[in-house]
């Protein structure tokens, strides 16, 4: 069974980089034909989707964040990670790491992360 675990710092100061990672573990983050997301819920507001690694490495962005946002792989550790730079209280967010096939023929994720909460403060 395929699980996924985000982990970093819960309280980011403004301007500073967000840093998270998510480790997957009982799949691979290389299966063919499957991508690796990072989406993000405000408080009080809908999942917003940032961006995604797919199986061979490539990368997509959010066009409201693609200036500020990285997203990159350990494939020795099994992990994707995110980088959120210049970040503003507007960044505070449950952010979590997701897993979908691109072949799947229904919407949703396969897989989800439990999210982590990050704080944007002084």
């Not at 990072?38 to 917003?48: A, D, Y």
């Not at 790491?97 to 023929?105: D, F, I, K, P, V």
Request: charged letters at 15%; one cysteine or more; aromatic letters at 10%.
């Amino acid at each position: 069974q395929v699980q996924l675990q985000e982990s970093g710092p819960g309280l980011v100061k403004p301007s500073q980089t967000l840093s998270l990672t998510c480790t997957v573990s009982g799949g691979s983050i290389t299966t063919r034909a499957y991508y690796w997301s990072w989406i993000r819920q405000p408080p009080g507001k809908g999942l917003e989707w940032m961006g995604a690694i797919v199986y061979e490495g490539s990368n997509y962005y959010s066009p409201s964040l693609k200036s500020r946002t990285s997203i990159s792989r350990d494939t020795s550790k099994n992990q994707s990670s995110l980088q959120l730079s210049s970040v503003t209280p507007e960044d505070t967010a449950v952010y979590y790491c997701a897993g979908r096939s691109l072949t799947a023929n229904v919407p949703g994720y396969d897989y989800w992360g439990q999210g982590t909460q990050v704080t944007v403060s002084l």
